[in-house]
């Protein structure tokens, strides 16, 4: 498995103190979350994409080509490119850029995103969401695998003999996975493509994951990329430790119950009860997390949000000691155990180069 953590950028009041990152800072502090993602032996970090405050990762590819520059071995991924409001050929020739720069390093996540006036902020209308998600990713699908494309469709002008460039390194096209909460057509798609399905289940039960996950490696098999079992699938989860767990549970509370997203609703207790969000102990996250296998099946990579609702760089650098050193290596030794041989790993590059290699031989 992979593990690693997510960051959707957001910069937040520390509603201890009142303080506000600038814009600066925030971006800063998201590079060395990343750095020290790698340096605690995580294998992936991953950045969301948003075109509003108090949001600052409007250009993915922007912030994971410095990262890429300063890491050796992780993962740079998304945890959201906007596949309905980006044009397709830039997607496509950004990431294969980033793809050569990163030495294969590179995958990314699909998704509609979670605002709406991002839709007319760039030509599109959002009843059309999930129309424009299926169209401009069958593009870019070919963009990455045939030299010249001739296309036409009804969401962009059409194209005549195009190539992308750079091509995909190796020939070998970045992994996608294609993230949803709550639609099923998104988890269809991923299925028909073979690609990877991402729930990022923060803020939902374990039955709908399990519901959104079954729908997605039942399509899977159906489609003949293989057996349910065989399907790639990625979950989401939010954690804050502390060696005491009431430590935990006292520091978090008040960014909790502030957070822009989740702040001023359900309980600390009953979302925690409810949703993946753990607050405790390392032990207490490990419990949690493996419990994720029990209607998820055995799946492929693991992100954690850790960075989010105003924590200060110095406490999430704390958590990911914590998670680098007394929970993810525990985690690992832990999902490999009763583990079948035909579930495959997650994905990489040398793994995708590989498997192309056997078939054209």
């Known amino acids: 498995m992979q593990f690693g953590i997510f960051s959707v950028g957001d910069v937040t009041p520390d509603p201890t103190n009142g303080r506000t990152p600038t814009e600066a800072e925030r971006i800063k502090a998201m590079v060395a979350i990343a750095l020290k993602a790698e340096e605690v032996g995580l294998d992936v970090f991953a950045t969301g994409e948003h075109h509003n405050p108090p949001f600052v990762p409007s250009s993915p590819t922007t912030m994971l080509g410095y990262v890429a520059a300063r890491t050796e071995r992780l993962i740079l991924s998304t945890s959201t490119t906007l596949i309905t409001t980006n044009d397709p050929v830039k997607i496509a020739e950004d990431f294969a850029m980033l793809q050569h720069l990163a030495d294969g390093r590179v995958d990314l996540m699909m998704g509609r995103g979670n605002t709406g006036p991002v839709y007319p902020w760039f030509g599109k209308d959002i009843r059309e969401g999930i129309n424009l998600a299926l169209e401009n990713y069958n593009l870019l699908h070919r963009l990455w695998r045939e030299d010249v ?16 460039t750079p091509r995909p390194l190796d020939g070998v096209p970045p992994f996608v996975w294609h993230g949803s909460i709550r639609s099923p057509e998104i988890a269809e798609q991923a299925a028909y493509y073979g690609d990877g399905f991402f729930h990022n289940n923060i803020f939902w039960p374990a039955d709908h994951t399990k519901r959104m996950v079954e729908l997605y490696r039942t399509r899977y098999a159906h489609y003949g990329h293989g057996t349910p ?15 005491n767990s009431q430590d935990a549970v006292n520091e978090f509370r008040p960014y909790f119950d502030n957070a822009p997203v989740y702040g001023h609703g359900p309980s600390l207790e009953d979302f925690t009860a409810q949703t993946p969000l753990t607050v405790g102990s390392p032990q207490q996250v490990i419990e949690k997390t493996l419990s994720f296998r029990e209607y998820a099946g055995d799946y492929q990579r693991q992100l954690f949000l850790m960075d989010h609702a105003g924590l200060p760089l110095k406490t999430v650098l704390e958590q990911l000691d914590l998670l680098g050193e007394e929970v993810v290596p525990v985690l690992r030794e832990e999902f490999a155990k009763n583990r079948p041989a035909d579930v495959p790993d997650a994905p990489t590059h040398a793994s995708l180069k590989n498997a192309q290699e056997v078939t054209t031989v």
Not at 149 to 164: A, D, I, M, Y
């Open 149 to 164: 494309v001739n296309w036409e469709g009804k969401f962009r002008t059409p194209l005549q003999g195009f190539t992308s």
């Open 229 to 243: 079992e065989q399907a790639i699938v990625g979950l989401g989860g939010q954690v804050f430790m502390r060696k």
